[in-house]
């Protein structure tokens, strides 16, 4: 076997793909085999380390050097002093947004100090598609544990006294479901795992997937040991390519090495597993028309009771669990519920995966401690807005969600928390909001969105968020009538008691948050046509300030509409007639002498 | 009797290419049963790039589920196309992180460029616009995607470029 001394991990996941890590990686092995290095130096392609936005990412291991927005032109001065002469190539450092310094290494990053990763333990570390590297990383050891060691109820019971809760959304407690599952008679069963994140601005299940799926998979088998199920199935956005692929891939081979199958490890336990492909449908997530949509029909959520633990897929006991609630199983049953239950809070125990993105200097994925304030995540690992931005809200719980102002930034995050304030979990999207976002324009966008995926079965949902859409756009192009927002607020209500299923239930959620924080921007939008924020295009115009235009005339040239004019050298006129409100010269004055007001 | 008719020969006028061949050879793989109805459609449309009618109503023959239902679970679904599509797909994400950071102007940026609607596809068939929920690279907003290939970190005055990547 060769011995490697040291181990360069570039990132494979989505975001880095697309920063262009592929040509880096290539050129990493043509240095290394130039400098005869390939024999000490391995490189390993891994899933997303969360800080996407600094990608391509490249980590040397065992140093932990931390490099980012790698080029390749920067391949070589890597090997060359890094490798060769072991001086790391401090220009590549990453650098913290509000002292400046340059951070070497990876646990030093303010990104990473407060992050406790359980479920997203191997991501990043691990080559996803190599076996090898999971079993390393005491993969399948709960699996092995589990089945010379434990019955299918002392498995339940240590979930349940873990207080492990669906990451999905909801909240339900996991443990307890699968005992519900458990007590269903029935000879056949089925888990399915829910990777559908439909959640627009959230995207934890893709990462876990792509990163470590052999995790996934275990939960997965640890869950169909303790139900009583021989048959499980991933049901995964057709929007996620590579996802598919390596979950297909580590079914193969878990496969292969009789992991999955008959007789699994010598015991008596049988489970198979297949990928279903997701057709693009945001109702498809809520449970009962994910089984629909298996079935091969239209994804329509039908009534519950009988829930799926009762009457699921094919009409047989079925347990549904979200990606990232799978992916913390196995950790649980290798350590005991006790160690997953030191962690979060009362209620809430564990940590949680958010996507953190928007307005604000460090996005990515971040898994966190239950009870963690928002102020830590967006300050301490965020790194807070963008220079002279000032924070507004942050949007938590995607479409379902709400909206949280700068006087709950304090609050401890769990579950119930975030409910009594008004939001929701959901599947743990985080979107910054600044001063240059619209409230009612958020709202607007969320209400569009559920309205599109509203599945038109159950009339409170699909003419309710049609209407409350209306009135919306309505107040967004500056025709809002002071009624609306009493109105608005009734339906709101209307819907979230009679809609059927979750998505009706919750989308008016954004709406009264937003009303519940911030109902002086409405007020501002109807009352005094004005949107704050310079946002709604219908409520400001494009204004030159005479005082600092120094008469380039780069925006005169760059007009569409031409309509501004001017003498070079002397302050310019904006026609507001004419203006097409583009923004294109707002983007391009070099003085920053355009406004909006 | 007619309506027969009119199905068997739209039916064997198709089964005449290499497309036809393997949407057969499909068929045949998979036993009859509804269930696995969209998993059919999906390869089928992998063949032949949308579901035309004729597509349709040979899988509703095949799989022995009714026309109507075939028709409904192509409409729910936003994945499947009855109607020809572009060489090349743009998907540009309209999901919160991608709308904050901007995405609309990105998409103006695209409507001019290759002058048709969300929706559309170009004349030339070179390009069909769409929007789509997060593309699940959300660190990297505003992003589009053409075919596989993701574009991140995007500003108006990079568009025009990435298009001409794609011919
Ligand atoms: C409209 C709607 C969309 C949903 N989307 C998802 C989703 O994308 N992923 C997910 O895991 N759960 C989603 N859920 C929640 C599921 O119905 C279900 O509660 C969850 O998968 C259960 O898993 P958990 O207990 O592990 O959270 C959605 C629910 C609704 C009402
Ligand atoms: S609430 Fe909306 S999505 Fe849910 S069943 Fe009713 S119409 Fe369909
Ligand atoms: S670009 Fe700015 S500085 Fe130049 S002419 Fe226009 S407003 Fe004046
Ligand atoms: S994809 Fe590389 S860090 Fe997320
Ligand atoms: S919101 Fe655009 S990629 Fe997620």
Redesign the interface.
């Known amino acids: 076997m060769v011995f490697y001394r040291g181990h360069l991990l570039i990132c494979g996941g ?2 880095c ?3 262009g890590c592929k040509d880096i990686i290539i050129a990493f092995q043509e240095e290394l085999r130039k400098k005869k290095l390939d024999e000490e130096i391995k490189i390993v392609e891994t899933g997303c380390h969360g ?3 600094m ?1 391509p990412l490249v980590i040397l291991h065992p140093e932990s050097v931390f490099y980012c927005r790698v080029e390749v032109k920067d391949v070589q001065e890597i090997v060359d002093e890094h490798l060769m002469k072991g001086r790391p190539v401090s220009r590549l450092f990453f650098t913290e947004p509000l002292s400046l310094d340059k951070v070497p290494k990876y646990q030093e990053i303010g990104f990473y100090r407060k992050q406790q990763r359980i479920a997203l333990r191997n991501c990043g570390f691990i080559d996803p598609e190599n076996f090898n590297e999971y079993l390393a990383c005491d993969g399948y050891a709960a699996l092995e544990k589990m089945l010379s060691e434990m019955t299918p109820e002392e498995v339940t019971n240590v979930v349940k006294a873990a207080g492990l809760r669906g990451r999905g959304g909801g909240g339900f407690s996991t443990g307890t479901k699968w005992e519900l599952c458990a007590k269903a008679t029935s000879i056949k069963k089925y888990i399915i795992c829910n990777a559908d ?7 934890m299940d ?2 876990l997937l792509e990163g470590d799926p052999h995790n996934v998979l275990e939960g997965m088998m640890i869950a169909a040991y303790a139900i009583g199920a021989d048959e499980g199935y991933l049901y995964i956005r ?4 590579l996802a598919i692929k390596r979950t297909q891939t580590a079914i193969s081979r878990a496969e292969e090495l009789g992991l999955l199958g008959k007789n699994i490890l010598g015991s008596n336990f049988s489970f198979t597993l297949k990928i ?2 997701g ?4 109702v498809c997530g809520e449970e009962t028309a994910l089984i629909a ?8 959520p039908r009534s519950r009771p009988p829930f799926p633990v009762v009457k699921g897929l094919f009409g047989k006991p079925t347990v549904i669990n979200n990606v990232e609630t799978f992916a913390n199983v196995p950790q649980i049953i290798l350590h005991g519920a006790d160690k997953f239950a030191a962690v979060g809070t009362e209620r809430s125990k564990g940590t949680k995966v958010f ?1 953190l ?3 604000l200097r460090n ?3 971040v898994e966190v401690p239950m009870g963690i304030t928002m102020r830590e995540i967006i300050y301490d690992i965020g790194g807070g807005t963008f220079e002279g931005k000032k924070f507004k809200a942050v ?1 938590i719980g ?1 479409p379902s969600g709400g909206c949280l102002p700068e006087d709950r930034l304090d609050l401890p995050i769990d579950y119930d928390s975030l409910v009594q304030a008004g939001a929701m979990m959901g599947s743990g ?1 985080l ?1 910054v ?1 600044d001063d240059e ?1 619209c409230i009612v324009d ?1 709202a607007r ?2 209400l569009s ?1 559920t309205r599109s ?1 509203s ?1 038109g079965k159950c009339t409170p949902c699909r003419e309710g968020t049609m209407r409350l859409l209306e009135i919306l756009e309505r107040i967004c192009a500056g025709q809002g009538v002071p009624e609306d927002i009493a109105k608005v607020e009734k339906l709101a209500y209307i819907i979230k008691a009679s809609a059927l299923c979750g998505l009706g239930q919750t989308a008016p959620n954004p709406i009264l948050s937003t009303l519940r924080y911030f109902r002086h921007e409405y007020e501002a939008h109807i009352h005094d046509k004005k949107c704050p924020a310079g946002v709604c295009q219908a409520l400001f115009d494009y204004r030159i300030d005479d005082r600092i235009c120094n008469g380039c005339t780069i925006c005169a040239k760059i007009c569409p509409v031409g309509a501004i004019s001017g003498e070079r050298k002397q302050a310019h006129q904006l026609d507001i007639v004419k203006c097409i409100k ?3 010269c707002l983007e391009r004055c070099p003085k920053n002498a355009i406004f909006k007001e | 009797m007619a309506l027969e008719q009119v199905k068997q020969e739209k039916c064997t006028e198709f089964i005449s290419d290499d497309m036809d061949h393997k949407l057969e050879a499909l068929l045949l793989k998979n036993e009859k049963s509804p269930e696995i109805l969209i998993f059919v459609l999906q390869q089928a449309q992998n063949i032949y790039g949308y579901l035309p009618e004729a597509v349709l109503l040979r899988i509703s023959e095949a799989l022995d589920v009714s026309k109507a239902k075939v028709y409904g679970v192509v409409t729910f679904y936003s994945q499947f196309h009855l109607k020809p599509r572009g060489r090349n797909i743009i998907r540009a994400c309209q999901g919160t992180a991608c709308h904050v950071r901007g995405v609309s102007r990105i998409i103006g940026k695209i409507k001019e460029e290759i002058g048709v609607n969300v929706g559309e596809t170009t004349e030339d068939l070179r390009f069909t616009f769409e929007a789509v929920a997060c593309i699940g690279a959300c660190g990297l907003a505003p992003v589009i995607m053409i075919n596989s290939d993701t574009h991140g970190r995007l500003t108006a005055d990079k568009v025009p470029a990435i298009l001409s990547l794609y011919e």
């Open positions: 989505t975001g793909v697309s920063s800080l996407c936005e990608g994140e439909g959640d627009p601005g959230a995207f893709r990462s057709a929007e996620y390519p279903k492909e057709a693009g449908a945001f949509s298996i079935e091969g029909r239209r994804g329509m996507a993105t928007g307005k996005t990515g994925l949007q995607g999207g979107v909001l976002s958020v966008y969320f969105f995926e599945c583009c923004g294109i």
